[in-house]
């Protein structure tokens, strides 16, 4: 089953809202998760760190203000779209791997959140 | 980071095996080579990873090249369930996991 878990599956926004996006770990505690960005027909892209207990360490280009992360507990992280607009219309998708295991173990993914902003 | 290069698409009839191949001649001593693939509308699944030897699962086979540089991930009968964008990643830092998605090969299984 499900190690990783999103909510919601997806969701529709007006233009100018917010959007909070949960990344749950069900069986492990978690004190780095990533979340990740996919548009139609594109690959995924790494968007930011979550480092449970500190700042999010985020990759080059995208806007920290605008995709709010919050990695309060060892099992949840979420990030949050601020004033969504039509082109923050994507697949955001999260994973995280259980700590203490063998290195570069595998990561496990979510389900995945589909945003569309109207 | 260290690039790998996928031919983008790849056909398969069912029950036959599939080789996908992947290129990552900048590969460090340290990388490890991941396989991820991703079903429709679904987040990405691990399938398989490894360093030098050649590795084995439930799921399917990697053959490493002796010089590392390639790799081919072996699905040793494909169905229809197979049809994904399969990802080979190389995997720079031990115990992390930001993972950096290249483009990925998308397989039709053909019934």
């Known amino acids: 089953g499900a190690v990783v878990s999103q909510h919601p599956s997806w969701v529709i926004c007006k233009s100018g809202t917010s959007v909070k996006i949960e990344c749950r770990s069900l069986d492990f505690q978690a004190t780095t998760m990533f979340w990740y960005r996919q548009f139609p027909k594109q690959s995924l892209m790494l968007m930011a760190t979550s480092n449970e207990g500190s700042k999010a360490t985020y990759e080059q280009g995208v806007e920290k203000d605008k995709f709010l992360i919050n990695h309060a507990s060892l099992t949840l992280s979420t990030l949050t779209v601020t004033s969504a607009h039509p082109e923050d219309s994507s697949f955001y998708i999260c994973s995280a791997s259980r700590p203490g295991g063998l290195m570069n173990t595998e990561a496990f993914f979510g389900q995945g959140t589909r945003l569309t902003v109207v | ?111």
Request: hydrophobic residues 30%.
């Open chain 2, 1 to 111: 980071d260290a690039k790998t290069t996928q031919p983008n698409s790849m056909e398969s009839n069912e029950e036959e095996p599939v080789h996908l191949p992947c290129n990552h001649s900048t590969i460090s001593g340290t990388d490890y080579i991941h396989w991820y693939r991703q079903l429709p509308s679904q987040g990405p699944e691990y399938v398989i990873h490894g360093l030098t030897s050649n590795v084995n699962n439930r799921m399917a086979s990697l053959a490493i090249a002796e010089d590392r540089k390639s790799s081919t991930l072996i699905l040793h009968r494909a169905t229809l369930r197979d049809a994904a964008v399969y990802y080979c990643i190389l995997g720079r830092q031990t115990g992390a996991n930001n993972l950096f998605f290249g483009t990925g090969t998308r397989l039709t299984v053909i019934p």
